[in-house]
Each structure stands twice: as C-alpha cells, then as structure tokens.
T-cell receptor, first 112, second 112 residues
Framework: KQEVTQIPAALSVPEGENLVLNCSFT??????LQWFRQDPGKGLTSLLL?????REQTSGRLNASLDKSSGRSTLYIAASQPGDSATYLC???????????FGEGTQLTVNP | EAGVAQSPRYKIIEKRQSVAFWCNPI?????LYWYQQILGQGPKLLIQ????????DSQLPKDRFSAERLKGVDSTLKIQPAKLEDSAVYLC??????????FGQGTRLTVV
C-alpha cells in the first residue's frame, strides 16, 4: 500500500525567502507525481506534474524534482510572496492508472 | 476549456438523512475520481471510474456510500444514511488516462 509523507507539516517564512517542501513515498513503482496547491475553502489547483521518467519540472518560480529510486520529491519555491500562502499537497499516481495517493500537505505562510 | 464542475458547493444535513453530490468532468476525460477530505488531512480516494466502469472502490464505505457514472460522463455520489463523521469536503477530479488530474471546487458537507 502506497504511503505518502510530507515534511514539514507547517512552515512560516518571511517574504523573499527561497524554500523547499518535501514529499516521500514508500512504493517506488509510480507512474507520475503531481504537486497541488489548496487555498482555504477551495479545491485543488495543479501546479506541476512529473512523469516517472522525468527528473524535474519547472513552472515560473516553482521547480519540482523527482528521485524515484529513493522515493522522494521536492518542491522548490523561489523568492516567496505572501500570495504563495496556501497548503501544498503532493500526490503519487500508481502504475496501470491506479489511484492518486495524497500526502497530508504542508501549510505554508509567507509573511510580508 | 471548462473545468470540473461540482454541485452543490455547500450542504448541511442531519445525521441519518441522505445526500447526493454531482460532478461534471472536463470533456474528453475518461478517468473520474471522488475524494473525501476531512479538515486538516489530505484527500482520500473513495472511488475511481474509467469511463463508466469502476477501477478502484476499495476505500468506499459501501454500506452507506454509492456512486455511479452513467454514460461515462457525469457522476453522482450518494450517502445514505449520513453519519457525523461524514462531515468533510467531497472533491471530484478528472483526467485523461495516466495524465494530469484536475479538481473541482468541492462540496463541503456538514452533518449535524
């Protein structure tokens, strides 16, 4: 059974700081990994999708890496802004189109 | 491209009552997911459809929860009878096979 862990559970940083969010998973037989953002009371917004054959994906100030063999992914946010404050969720897609398994999320607060 | 549509956005019911949620996925997306997200936790998969067939319903409490996806498009999720612990946000998502998943805004259910 796939288990996904996100560390830290909460993070508070001053504006402008670069930061890293961590995601680890127990079963390396994954098809893809997706990072989402969730604002309070809202649904999930997809940020980045990494296929299992890829090492990283970039979108603007966001960079996600994947090390499938060690069961780890990181989300790097450069020059953080107060608008980045949200909960960030990592989800792992199993092979053969099986379920997306989520971590518990990291609640990020960027202080002006 | 229109996103995943869900209704209603909010619902308050008394325990032992029944409730139904509706989801309209993105056009052309064969895979449809229903997730339950309890406050402070990551989403948990309830059921996954591929077209109108069930791929994974291993975590669906089948004594009270049911879901269907007629004609491989819209889907409904029903709870009957509801319990206090069913209070959560119910998220619907869709994707093309083995690709990026997109989520709706969710339905916040409160059982009193």
């Amino acid at each position: 059974k796939q288990e996904v862990t996100q560390i830290p559970a909460a993070l508070s940083v001053p504006e402008g700081e670069n930061l890293v969010l961590n995601c680890s998973f127990t079963d390396s037989a994954i098809y893809n990994l997706q990072w989402f953002r969730q604002d309070p009371g809202k649904g999930l917004t997809s940020l980045l999708l990494i296929q299992s054959s890829q090492r990283e994906q970039t979108s603007g100030r966001l960079n996600a890496s994947l090390d499938k063999s060690s069961g780890r992914s990181t989300l790097y946010i450069a020059a953080s802004q107060p608008g980045d404050s949200a909960t960030y969720l990592c989800a792992v897609g199993g092979t053969s189109g099986s379920r997306l398994t989520f971590g518990e999320g990291t609640q990020l607060t960027v202080n002006p | 491209e229109a996103g995943v549509a869900q209704s209603p956005r909010y619902k308050i019911i008394e325990k032992r009552q029944s409730v139904a949620f509706w989801c309209n996925p993105i056009s052309g997306h064969a895979t449809l997911y229903w997730y339950q997200q309890i406050l402070g936790q990551g989403p948990k998969l309830l059921i996954q459809f591929q077209n109108n067939g069930v791929v994974d319903d291993s975590q669906l409490p089948k004594d009270r929860f049911s879901a269907e996806r007629l004609k491989g498009v819209d889907s409904t999720l029903k709870i009957q009878p509801a319990k206090l612990e069913d209070s959560a946000v119910y998220l619907c998502a869709s994707s093309r096979l083995l690709t990026e998943a997109f989520f709706g805004q969710g339905t916040r259910l409160t059982v009193v």
